[in-house]
């Protein structure tokens, strides 16, 4: 994966709040529902299923959706009570400036190519920050943790990620940290903030299962993260150059790699008591999300996503 250095970035697109204190918030997490956050690389929920806390992936409604009849339980109106110092990043060289810059550089292009497609269709796309943190912080969607993983909230419609995620990634799942990884990851939480904005999770219920809506919702930001991937190294930031330039082969082997590690069934072996349980099932199968990232990759067109449209989902 390779930076265009002469790109410059939006460091409006990130707050970082790692040197702030983030208690408090509003009502917090019930992980008894899989998380109030929004669906991303979701794990929480099948982690509470097997015992263990250690991340979700959070998107677009809770580990298995973020819908408005979970968001309703949320004490008071689910935004943040304290208000958190946030620093803006500095990237005077571009990408190559910092490991920090170089996610600004895919947040920027994740944003820009949705902004792109959804005004083709006659959809207006609002940007959604995304928030680095350290331990936990306040969010719309209660108190986010580390041990969350990656979110989205839709209630602030904000993006929240500790980025010692990738290190745990690595350690507890067995995936790799590849910068093309990183990748995979934000712009499927990204997907949870375009169904979002087309109220596709409002539609759906936060039923588990193998063919459940929460399944579809988490292939469905699968396929939108491999759509944007096929895309990126065409879109061009704020000042029209193009901030990805180059996506590798090796890159796209090392995003279905992770999408391999999270799929309902390998955490429920590996992490779990080594049987699979459907029933419990809230992000899919290690197959099914690497056939939908796949599916976006192939296509580079958000209509081979249509994962609601299917009686095979892999």
């Not at 947040?107 to 940007?127: D, E, H, M, P, R």
């Not at 934000?186 to 087309?198: C, I, N, R, S, W």
Request: charged share 15%; with cysteine.
């Amino acid at each position: 994966m390779k930076f265009n250095d002469d790109a410059q970035l939006d460091a409006s697109q990130v707050e970082d709040r790692r040197g702030a204190t983030g208690s408090g918030g509003g009502g917090g997490f019930s992980l008894g529902r899989g998380g109030l956050a929004g669906g991303g690389l979701g794990i929480i929920g099948v982690l509470i299923f097997v015992g263990i806390q250690l991340f979700s992936g959070g998107g677009s409604g809770s580990s298995s959706t973020a819908l408005s009849d979970v968001l309703a339980q949320v004490a008071g109106n689910g935004t943040p009570t304290t208000q958190v110092a946030s620093d803006q990043l500095s990237c005077p060289q571009g990408a190559d400036s910092s490991d920090d810059c170089q996610v600004l550089a895919i947040i920027n292009s994740v944003q820009a190519f949705w902004s792109q497609q959804l005004a083709t269709s006659g959809t207006s796309y609002t940007k959604a920050n995304t928030v680095f943190f350290s331990g936990q912080t306040p969010t719309g969607c209660g108190t986010g943790e580390t041990g969350m993983g990656p979110f989205y909230c839709p209630t602030d419609r904000h993006v929240y990620i500790d980025l010692s995620f990738w290190q745990e990634l690595k350690t507890q799942f067995g995936a790799n940290d590849a910068l093309f990884t990183q990748a995979y990851v934000l712009a499927h939480e990204y997907g949870h903030h375009v169904q979002d904005l087309l109220g596709t999770n409002a539609r759906v219920s936060s039923a588990k299962g193998a063919t459940s809506g929460s399944v579809r919702l988490e292939l469905q930001a699968d396929c939108y993260a491999g759509v944007w991937a096929k895309n990126a190294s065409t879109v061009a930031g704020s000042d029209g150059k193009v901030l990805i330039s180059d996506i590798t082969a090796a890159d796209v082997a090392n995003a279905l790699d992770t999408a391999g590690k999270i799929g309902d069934d390998y955490i429920q072996t590996h992490l779990g008591g080594g049987s699979v349980d459907t029933s419990q099932f809230t992000h899919g199968s290690s197959a099914q999300r690497k056939k939908w990232f796949t599916a976006g990759y192939t296509s580079g067109k958000p209509g081979a996503c249509n994962t609601f449209d299917t009686s095979n989902l892999g």
